[in-house]
């Protein structure tokens, strides 16, 4: 017989099958990522309909077998509806979910990670932050949670603490003594790239930030990331020209 188990988790991709079934992409709180079939699914009074719908945040029932996961029962915790209502919070939703789906791996917990993905979603629906800075914010923190946090502490070079910093590919910062650089963010962005990697994650997008300094970090910030997170993202062909 199969056996039961119960998880909590953040739909991150639907797909249907056959006429009525789906296959999900869940990422769970103790497994990581999931693939999970939703028999009967697509059906107009199935109880797993809504369920089964991207950014939905739950608790899953799943029966397991030999080699995949079959759908029992969904508890909504939040549904996430609202993003749906706008293209843009929609694409920014959908380059979060994206973004997850290709780092995380099958059966690899990553309780973190899913936390800061719910907290940037609840941002997003509630709309703290411009969706930019939102982006940025999700970028950097999930570096910490990778396993690519950069050093932010001092020059990888000389340990020199304050002045004009490169955020370098290697795993920190360097001085403007010891690169010659063009990006250089000031002390006054390493202390906003300090909060963005330290803050508890209730409070990561409680912050104001002047257009000067996200114009400052932002580049960084993406350079940095996608170094270290490659993937073609069909969300970001809708960011960029919203």
């Known amino acids: 017989m199969s056996m039961l188990i119960k998880t909590k988790g953040?739909?991150?991709?639907?797909?249907?099958?056959?006429?009525n079934d789906k296959r999900i992409i869940l990422f769970s709180k103790e497994f990581g990522k999931m693939v999970v079939f939703a028999n009967g699914a697509k059906k107009a009074k199935s109880p797993l309909?809504?369920?089964?719908?991207?950014?939905?945040?739950?608790?899953?029932?799943?029966?397991?077998?030999?080699?995949?996961?079959?759908?029992?029962?969904?508890?909504?915790?939040?549904?996430?509806?609202?993003?749906?209502?706008?293209?843009?919070?929609?694409?920014?939703?959908?380059?979060?979910?994206?973004?997850?789906?290709?780092?995380?791996?099958?059966?690899?917990?990553?309780?973190?990670?899913?936390?800061?993905?719910y907290v940037s979603l609840m941002a997003l629906k509630h709309q703290i932050v411009p969706t930019a800075v939102l982006k940025s914010v999700?970028?950097?923190?999930?570096?910490?949670?990778?396993?690519?946090?950069?050093?932010?502490?001092?020059c990888m070079e000389c340990g020199q603490a304050e002045g004009l910093f490169f955020l370098d590919t290697k795993g920190g910062i360097v001085c403007s003594n010891c690169v010659s650089k063009d990006k250089l963010i000031s002390m006054d962005a390493l202390l906003v790239l300090r909060y963005m990697q330290q803050a508890p994650l209730k409070t990561l997008y409680h912050f104001k930030l002047s257009d000067k300094l996200f114009d400052e970090i932002k580049k960084p910030i993406d350079h940095y990331f996608e170094h270290f997170v490659t993937g073609e993202y069909k969300s970001l062909d809708i960011i960029n020209i919203l």
């Open 10 to 19: 953040i739909v991150l991709h639907e797909m249907t099958i056959k006429d």
């Open 49 to 117: 309909l809504a369920g089964t719908q991207p950014f939905v945040f739950g608790e899953f029932f799943l029966y397991e077998g030999k080699s995949s996961y079959t759908l029992k029962q969904v508890n909504i915790d939040e549904s996430f509806y609202e993003l749906r209502q706008d293209m843009e919070t929609l694409a920014y939703g959908q380059y979060f979910l994206e973004v997850i789906a290709s780092v995380i791996q099958e059966m690899d917990a990553n309780p973190e990670l899913l936390r800061l993905l």
């Open 138 to 154: 999700f970028q950097f923190r999930s570096m910490n949670m990778l396993g690519f946090a950069p050093d932010l502490s001092g």
